[in-house]
T-cell receptor, first 111, second 114 residues
Framework: AQSVTQLGSHVSVSEGALVLLRCNYS??????LFWYVQYPNQGLQLLLK??????LVKGINGFEAEFKKSETSFHLTKPSAHMSDAAEYFC?????????FGKGTRLHILP | NAGVTQTPKFRVLKTGQSMTLLCAQD?????MYWYRQDPGMGLRLIHY???????AKGEVPDGYNVSRLKKQNFLLGLESAAPSQTSVYFC?????????????FGEGSRLTVL
C-alpha cells in the first residue's frame, strides 16, 4: 500500500536560510504526490503536486519539490525562509480514490 | 466563494451523546472526505464518498457514520461520543480527476468529548 513518511516532526531554520522538509514514499509505481501547508487555526491548502509531468515541481510562495524515483523521495525546499513560512507541512499521496497524509512537519522560523 | 463550509466550528459533548457534523461544498465536486487531526498523528481519513449516495470507510472509521444524500453535503455522525473522539475534524472535497487530486478543505470543527 502506498504511504508517505515525513522525517522530523519539527524543523527550525533561521530567516533567510534554506528550508528542507523531507518526505519519502513507499510505492511500487510512480505515485501522485502532494505537499500541503496548514497555517494556525486553518484548513490545509495545496502547495504543489507531482503528477509525473516533470520531476521538479514549483509551487506557491517560492516552494518547490523534486521527485526522485531512485531515492523514493519528494523533499520540499525553499531557498530563503521567511517568517510567514512558519506553519505545518504535510506530504500526501493519492491512493485508490483517497489522499493519505504523512504525520506532518512543523516549520519554525528563527529571527 | 464559500468553498467548503463546516458546521458547527466548535462543540463540547458529554460521553455517550450523539451529534452530527455537516460539510457543504458549492464547487460541484464529486469526492468528499472526512479527516480527523490529532497532535503528532497528521490527518487520518475517517470516511469518504466518491459521489452522491455512496460512502466508503477510510483508515479510522470505527465510531463514526456518514451519509451523502445530496451531492453538495457530507454528514459525519457520532452515535455515542467517546473521549477518544476529541479531535479537530476536517472536511474536504475534490474533483473526480485523479491527476488533479487537489483537496479543498473546510476550516475545521473542534470537538471536545468530556
Amino acid at each position: 500500500a502506498q504511504s508517505v513518511t515525513q522525517l522530523g516532526s519539527h524543523v527550525s531554520v533561521s530567516e533567510g536560510a534554506l528550508v528542507l522538509l523531507r518526505c519519502n514514499y513507499s510505492s511500487s509505481v510512480p505515485p501522485y504526490l502532494f505537499w500541503y501547508v496548514q497555517y494556525p487555526n486553518q484548513g490545509l491548502q495545496l502547495l504543489l503536486k507531482y503528477t509525473s509531468a516533470a520531476t521538479l515541481v514549483k509551487g506557491i510562495n517560492g516552494f518547490e519539490a523534486e521527485f526522485k524515483k531512485s531515492e523514493t523521495s519528494f523533499h520540499l525546499t525553499k531557498p530563503s525562509a521567511h517568517m510567514s513560512d512558519a506553519a505545518e507541512y504535510f506530504c500526501a499521496v493519492f491512493r485508490d480514490d483517497k489522499i493519505i497524509f504523512g504525520k506532518g512537519t512543523r516549520l519554525h522560523i528563527l529571527p | 466563494n464559500a468553498g467548503v463550509t463546516q458546521t458547527p466550528k466548535f462543540r463540547v459533548l458529554k460521553t455517550g451523546q450523539s451529534m452530527t457534523l455537516l460539510c457543504a461544498q458549492d464547487m460541484n465536486h464529486e469526492y468528499m472526505y472526512w479527516y480527523r487531526q490529532d497532535p503528532g498523528m497528521g490527518l487520518r481519513l475517517i470516511h469518504y464518498s466518491v459521489g452522491e449516495g455512496t460512502t466508503a470507510k477510510g483508515e479510522v472509521p470505527d465510531g463514526y457514520n456518514v451519509s451523502r444524500l445530496k451531492k453538495q453535503n457530507f454528514l459525519l455522525g457520532l452515535e455515542s461520543a467517546a473521549p477518544s473522539q476529541t479531535s479537530v475534524y476536517f472536511c474536504a472535497s475534490s474533483y473526480v480527476n485523479r491527476v488533479t487530486g487537489e483537496l479543498f478543505f473546510g476550516e475545521g470543527s473542534r470537538l471536545t468529548v468530556l
